[in-house]
């Protein structure tokens, strides 16, 4: 039964990072090489995996490819009589494809960000010998990108094993995670023995992942092959100077393959939360209304779901960035950067889950309040504020590092008086993505059972259990708009 779930799992988390990869590496082929309308839209995407939540992705894909979704109504509307409702949800490939174009921007931009800084000495040196494109990508330029492939694919790869909502609503009969199997011993079964196995087995897993992880990490920065400080040139798609005709014909295809993919697996589904919270059905017709904001507006519970939402968010983003500053400070005074047990230390909570993470705390708290959730959100979640603000304190060069120190009366001073101010568009951003991931947390809210308190995430997960779709898609709008605000910041 564990090793059958186990491995359910796992094909679950590699395909979807299949998906993720197949789409995130040509996309960030045409970032990083060539010019086109959306490009940084594109780029921009990359936050929603950390900022919108895995429930709005949900509520997009079933009002877009449900029974009765766009994409069905838009069909029938064609061809009437003979069509036929399909549907790809509720489903493994459901749950795949979700996942892996919900993460597939951010291998983009982390690829984007290393193919841009590839030297391009060593490919042009190989074009002057007369070796083909083909050969210079497999031979020379995929070389130097696989560190960063590595450390792109793994956190999706484990985004999709932690993955709950997504899991939780269009898992087929008979079929489940361990995320989901741990939520269903310990609020369905209450078999607390099989839950605490599940929990060790999930662990063990995202622990090995994790090192795998720090280890990839350490190697490409200590044998990067070197930066490129003039900015490659982008070209219009299709317009290389080293290609043949053929290949710049096939290069167009694949990018509007590519496009098409995109618009319909990443962009619909999004747009559709949108027509979902503005129609209003009568007769078997939607029709544009505000209807649904309305009915929401009128409810007390959504007001206090929205204040608990901010209050939460503020707290959870203002510790979470105060212990990733003071953390990445004591590394930077103490030179201790090329640690790999100071490394690792941030990582581990990438390892553990929001609903191990609940139901150990509910096992010892029986139930759970507001503050033990921002706790155990600061825990998961200031990795994200560390890894900005790790590379926004490596920028302060060691002249300027040396002189802070010397001219100060002591180290907290010199962390006060230059590293705060040097960093405060860092910190302005983490707490930006802190904020965007606490708001959009359902699970952790979810596992506490708090009495008598809602978030925005968890508000919107009840009107869509309770089938209230459209009002949970108009809830989805507003607490997406709310996450996009913040994550404003990272710009």
Request: overall charge positive; hydrophobic content about 50%.
């Amino acid at each position: 039964m564990i090793l059958e779930i186990t491995l359910y799992t796992l094909q679950i988390a590699v395909l979807s990072t299949i998906i993720s990869a197949v789409i995130g590496i040509p996309a960030a082929f045409f970032t990083s090489h060539r010019v086109f309308p959306g490009r940084r839209l594109l780029l921009a995407s990359s936050a929603v995996p950390l900022c919108v939540p895995p429930l709005i992705i949900a509520l997009g894909y079933v009002s877009f490819f449900g029974i009765n979704g766009t994409l069905n109504s838009f069909l029938k509307s064609l061809f009437e009589e003979n069509y036929k409702p399909f549907s790809i949800l509720y489903s493994s490939a459901g749950i795949v494809i979700a996942q892996g174009f919900y993460n597939f921007p951010l291998v983009t931009k982390i690829l984007n960000d290393a193919w841009s800084q590839l030297p391009k000495e060593q490919e042009n040196a190989a074009r002057l010998l007369g070796t083909s494109e083909q050969r210079i990508f497999f031979t020379i330029t995929l070389p130097q990108l696989s560190g960063a492939i590595a450390a792109a694919c793994i956190p999706v790869f484990l985004f999709s094993f932690f993955s709950f909502m997504i899991v939780l609503l269009f898992s087929p009969v008979g079929k489940s995670t361990l995320e989901v199997e741990i939520y269903h011993s310990i609020r369905s079964t209450l078999n607390i023995q099989a839950g605490g196995l599940l929990i060790i087995v999930e662990t063990a897993i995202a622990l090995t992942i994790v090192f795998v992880y720090s280890r990839i990490c350490q190697k490409s920065q200590t044998s990067a092959g070197g930066i490129a400080f003039v900015e490659r040139k982008r070209c219009l798609i299709g317009k290389s100077l080293f290609e043949t005709r053929f290949r710049m014909f096939l290069e167009i295809c694949v990018f509007f393959f590519l496009l098409i993919l995109i618009l319909l697996f990443f962009v619909s589904p999004g747009l559709s939360i949108l027509i979902s919270g503005l129609s209003v059905k009568r007769s078997n017709q939607s029709f544009f209304s505000l209807a649904q904001f309305i009915s929401i507006f009128k409810d007390r519970h959504f007001y206090e779901s929205l204040f608990n939402t901010f209050w939460v968010g503020l707290c959870t983003g203002f510790l979470s960035c105060n212990l990733a500053f003071v953390y990445s400070v004591i590394i930077k005074i103490n030179r201790k950067q090329k640690s790999a047990l100071l490394q690792t230390l941030p990582l581990i909570p990438m390892a553990i889950s929001s609903v191990s993470l609940g139901w150990c705390m509910g096992l010892l708290f029986h139930h759970g309040n507001p503050f033990m959730l921002i706790i155990l959100q600061t825990i998961l979640y200031w990795p994200i504020a560390y890894r900005q603000l790790q590379n926004g304190i490596n920028r302060i060069d060691l002249d300027t590092d040396k002189a802070a120190l010397l001219l100060s009366k002591n180290k907290l001073d010199a962390a006060v008086r230059v590293y705060l101010p040097s960093c405060k568009r860092v910190l302005l951003s983490a707490f930006g993505f802190c904020f965007a991931v606490s708001a959009g947390d359902a699970t952790l809210p979810l596992m506490l059972s708090i009495p008598k308190f809602n978030t925005l995430a968890l508000y919107t997960y009840k009107l869509a259990s309770s089938y209230r779709f459209n009002q949970a898609c108009a809830s989805g709008v507003i607490l997406a708009l709310l996450c996009a605000i913040f994550a404003i910041f990272n710009d």
